[in-house]
């Protein structure tokens, strides 16, 4: 008499029913697109293009307290 078991064959559990029946669209892609570019941007933004009265256009970090490189005005945000 053996007490082996015999590997048994377990069944696989089920896939779901694949929900992308549909073809692939631009609304689907572009969240996946979005966060692609901030995985590549080395993670979500925080800089931000501040527009300064004096005419000059900068990008800087995103902060409450952020100077124009040209007048130091500080700039809302
Ligand atoms: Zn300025």
Redesign the pocket.
Known sequence: MSLRLAPRTFPRPRRPARRDGHTRTASLAAPLDEVARHQRAGGPEDTALYA?????SFRADVSASVA?P????AQAW
Do not use: E, F, I
């Not at 300064?52 to 000059?56: D, E, F, I, T, V």
């Not at 040209?70 to 005005?73: G, K, L, Q, S, Y």
């Open positions: 300064c009265s004096c005419g000059l124009c040209r007048c130091a005005t």
